[in-house]
C-alpha cells in the first residue's frame, strides 16, 4: 500500500528538491512520532477529531488484580471517549502480517479487566476533559473501541484483513494508518499520513452512541439526578451563549449531556456532567485558558483569563475552594457557584470581553 508510483519534493526558495522513502532507524522511533503527534492517526484532524494519549505501553491483564500479561504500544481516548488501541509495527518486521492481528484482538478480547477509575489513576497525560472519562466507562462496558495498526508499510494481506475484522464487528472499528518516512537530498524529513482500511463507517460512528443531546434531554438528567436549581443556569448560560454570537453545539454520548459554546467553530466554554458517587452528577463549566489565549490571539495572557473567569468578588474563600478547581489545561466552575446571579452575571461579563478579542473567520 502507499505511494508508488508517486514522486515527492521538498519545496525550498522556488527549487524543488527530490525526497526518497527511508526506513525509521528503530521501531521506537515511529512509537514516539506517534505518541508526540497522534494526529496522524486522525482522518480529519481539524474537523473536531483528537486523540489524548493515556499511555504507552499499557499492561493488558486477565484480571484488574492480575499480572501484566503484555502490553500495548499506545492506548489514547478520543474526543468522544472511545478508548484507542495503537499496535506500531515496521515493514521490516515479519510479524506485521498475521501475527499482528491475533496480538491486536487478544489485547482486545481482554479489557473488560479494565475501568475507567484505574486508567485514570495511571494515565501519562491528566488534562483529558472530565466528561471524557464517564464516556470511557460507558464504551468499556460496552466492548466499544477502535484497533489502529501503524506501520510505515501496510502489506496488502494485512490491509485484507484489517477491511475483514472492520465489517465483521459491529461495536469495534478497525484501521490502518501508514505512516511514511522521507528524506529529501538536503536532509530534511517529510511524513505523509495515509488511512488504509475501515473505521470511519456513518453506521459505526452512530452505533457509539445511545443518546443524542439537547437543551431538553440535558435538563430532563440534571432534573433527575442533579440539584434541580442547576436546570436554570445551564439555560441561563446557553442563552447568554447564543446572544453573544456563540454557536451551541450539543455532544452525543452514552450517559451524560453536554453543551458546548463555540467561536469559529472552536471551544470558549462548555457545561459538562459526570458521575458523582452512585447515584448523583456534578455539572461544571469547563474553560480551557491555553486555548483561549489562543483564539484571542494573546489579547489576553492565561494570568489575565485566570483572573476573570475563575476569579469572583461575591464567593467566600471556602465556595472557591470547593467548586473551582482543574488542571493546567482545564479548569472547572461547579454551576452551584454560578446559581448566585451576581457569580453568573461576572462570569458572563468575561466571556463577552473574551468573545469581543476573538477574530471572526
Known sequence: MGLSGSKLYRLSGGTVIPASEALYPAEADLQQLIAENPQLLLSSPNEGQRLYLLRREQPVRDAPDGPALFSIDHLFIDQDGLPVLVEVKRSTDTRIRREVVGQMLDYASRMRAWSASELRSSASLLDVPDDLWAALDGNLKAERMRLIFAADSIPDSLASMIDFLDRSMDAIEVCGVEIKRYVSEDGAELISSTIVGGGNSPVKQAARYSTIWDADSMAEQLNQRENSA??????????????????????????????????????????????????????????????????????????????????????????????????????????????????LSHFQNAITQIVQAIPEE
Open 230 to 343: 442547576i436546570v436554570p443556569v445551564v439555560a441561563a448560560l446557553t442563552s447568554f451563549a447564543s446572544s453573544a454570537g456563540l454557536q451551541i453545539s450539543y455532544g452525543r454520548g452514552t450517559k451524560f449531556g453536554v453543551c458546548r459554546a463555540l467561536r469559529n467553530g472552536r471551544k470558549v466554554f462548555s457545561v459538562t456532567s459526570w458521575e458523582k458517587g452512585h447515584t448523583g452528577l456534578r455539572t461544571a463549566v469547563e474553560v480551557s485558558l491555553p486555548s483561549l489565549v489562543d483564539q484571542t490571539c494573546g489579547t489576553f495572557e492565561e494570568g489575565a483569563l485566570r483572573s476573570m473567569l475563575l476569579t469572583f468578588p461575591d464567593a467566600s474563600p471556602a465556595d472557591a475552594e470547593q467548586f473551582i478547581f482543574g488542571s493546567s489545561q482545564f479548569q472547572y466552575i461547579d454551576l452551584r457557584l454560578l446559581a448566585e446571579p451576581s457569580n
